[in-house]
Nanobody, 126 residues
């Protein structure tokens, strides 16, 4: 079955950058729409960005638009999230998730996603 493992999180100063990776194994990511979610301290888990399995359609939360970029490399079964101009409010645990239920679009409804990584923490602080 599909397994997802995130990496690349850590501590970064405001204005800095991080690149998160999500490596898949057990099944090709070609058949999955994939997404990044995050859970900030004291808040519910929310969608950050997603990319569809068909057409590579992307979506971004308003709070990260213009600062974050999602990309997928199906040949490597890897999902990336490039995060620039980081703000303290970007702090949280970041999760990658995948689903075969949605393919022409991507969504931020976490119940649509069937496979999840373990999460990688991101702390934006001076």
């Amino acid at each position: 079955q599909l397994q997802l493992v995130e990496s690349g999180g850590g501590l970064v100063q405001p204005g800095g950058s991080l690149r998160l990776s999500c490596a898949a194994s057990g099944f090709t990511l070609d058949y999955y729409s994939v997404a990044w979610f995050r859970q900030a301290p004291g808040k519910e888990r929310a969608g950050v960005s997603c990319i569809s399995s068909v057409g590579r359609k992307t979506n971004y939360a308003d709070s990260v638009q213009g600062r974050f970029t999602i990309d997928r490399y199906n040949a490597k079964d890897t999902l990336y999230l490039q995060m620039n101009s980081l703000k303290p409010e970007d702090t949280g645990v970041y999760y990658c998730a995948a689903t075969t239920h949605v393919f022409r679009q991507c969504v931020f409804d976490d119940v649509a996603y069937t496979d999840w990584g373990q999460g990688t923490p991101v702390i934006v602080s001076s």
